[in-house]
């Protein structure tokens, strides 16, 4: 078995990110609310910052709970470890995947990877332009179902096709 672990620093960004994001911007919304009783419009700049909030909260909620930062792969398997604030061990045979969507499968190489298993219906996510994670990626694409590596092959294609008219 072959294992991928995010970076010291980029286990810091994913898992801890959000308190230092929501922090600043709660001091902003803070300032905002209190300006707000002497100009009406800086309610505009209280939603706003606000909705941030909100909006990167719920990102890193989607990480805590989809995304392992250790993931251990061979021939026939991952086992996903590491979750935040979790114990969870997930084992998914190459086999049982029936997609994977984001990333490069979605023309943005940037966005994470989710892999669906479809034998117990639960998603896992990584991000591939971390660390080795792009070897993760080929030895994925090397042991999945070959109608699925064809679709996804065929998507790429398109994206192709598509960005050069």
Sequence with gaps: MTTFEYSFFAKLIYRYGNII?????????ITSVIIMFEKWYFVFFALING?????INKYFIKTYRLFPFKIEADNE?????????SKKEIKINH???????????????TRPIYIYDG??????GFYSHV???QNLLTVILKNIPQPLYNRLLEGMKEMRVERKK
Excluded: R, Y
């Design 77 to 85: 398997k991952l086992v996903c470890h590491n979750f935040l604030m």
């Design 21 to 29: 994001a929501t922090f600043f911007l709660s001091i902003h919304l």
């Design 95 to 109: 086999s049982d995947i029936e997609n994977i969507t984001g990333g490069i499968f979605s023309g943005f190489p």
């Design 131 to 133: 660390g080795k994670f």
């Design 51 to 55: 909705f941030f909030i909100f909006i």
């Design 119 to 124: 034998e117990q219906k639960i998603t896992i």
